[in-house]
Nanobody
Framework: QVQLVESGGGLVQAGGSLRLSCAAS????????MGWFRQAPGKEREFVAS????????VYADSVKGRFTISRDNAMNTVYLQMKSLKPEDTAVYYC?????????????????WGQGTQVTVSS
């Protein structure tokens, strides 16, 4: 069993930066692919980024390429999402996800484990 807890969300002006963290409990974190998703009000949840257990195999949604960076620290059982040049359309609840089945499972939204989410609000 893995529990995921996101933190780092908040209110930021357009053009600003935030770093989200996702702390995982459980012994098998380092074998899990991890990812970030987001859901804006009235919209479906969408993929943001994913990373393989090794730290490679990184995939980004086109909407965040060049602005967001996903990384992980397996020693700390934590995955990060560094967000720069934030836009009002990045406003959403951001969710961390993880699965032992690999990056493809995470990227398509079928992760076994999900966090509760953290709110990111970007003002114009």
């Amino acid at each position: 069993q893995v529990q995921l807890v996101e933190s780092g969300g908040g209110l930021v002006q357009a053009g600003g930066s935030l770093r989200l963290s996702c702390a995982a409990s459980g012994r098998n974190f380092r074998s899990y692919a991890m990812g970030w998703f987001r859901q804006a009000p009235g919209k479906e949840r969408e993929f943001v980024a994913s990373i393989a257990w090794s730290g490679g195999g990184i995939v980004y949604a086109d909407s965040v390429k060049g602005r967001f960076t996903i990384s992980r620290d397996n020693a700390m059982n934590t995955v990060y999402l560094q967000m720069k040049s934030l836009k009002p359309e990045d406003t959403a609840v951001y969710y961390c996800a993880g699965d032992p089945g690999g990056s493809a499972v995470v990227t398509r939204g079928d992760s076994r484990y999900w966090g509760q989410g953290t709110q990111v609000t970007v003002s114009s």
